[in-house]
């Protein structure tokens, strides 16, 4: 058996600039999505199962808002 990484993978949203907007961060660490704020990387951030995260990733994408 494999053990998953205790330590997150950040990854940039493909939407985030490098003008400093808006910029959020993702990674995924045994069956959660952990969300935060680029600009803030030792800030708060929100814990997700990763189905949840999928279906409001899909409803925004069904909403054109992405």
């Given at each position: ?23 959020v ?42």
């Open positions: 058996m494999t053990s998953s990484p205790t330590t997150p993978q950040w990854r940039k949203s493909s939407y985030s600039n490098g003008a400093g907007g808006e910029c961060e993702v990674a995924e660490v045994a069956g959660i999505t952990a969300v935060r704020d680029s600009k803030v990387p030792a800030g708060p951030r929100i814990a997700i199962r990763h189905g949840a995260w999928a279906d409001f990733v899909g409803a925004l994408r069904a909403s054109r808002l992405v």
